[in-house]
């Protein structure tokens, strides 16, 4: 069982840098400047990021830091359903 938690915090892990890295080359080279909600939703990524590696070299941990990751992912989403709420005017 411990490898499937490993296997998802990594995943993870990975998935998060990736997107922190892309927002960060997209500011960069194309000179955008993030928003403030912009900048909400990159911490839902550090956060997620901090979760899964305490779990990840914390076993007895694994659990609850795989549901604190769940539920920051989760409250990300909501944030990027709002930031795209906003910018179209939806809301």
């Known amino acids: 069982m411990h490898k499937y938690y490993k296997a998802f915090f990594g995943f993870m892990i990975i998935g998060s840098l990736l997107a922190l890295i892309v927002a960060v080359l997209l500011e960069k080279f194309l000179h955008l400047t993030p928003c403030r909600l912009c900048e909400y939703q990159r911490l ?48």
């Open 44 to 91: 839902a990524y550090v956060l997620g990021i901090i979760f899964c590696a305490l779990g990840y070299y914390v076993m007895r941990l694994k659990r609850i830091a795989a549901l604190a990751v769940v539920l920051t992912y989760g409250m990300g989403a909501y944030l990027a359903l709002m930031h795209t709420g906003v910018e179209y005017g939806w809301f």
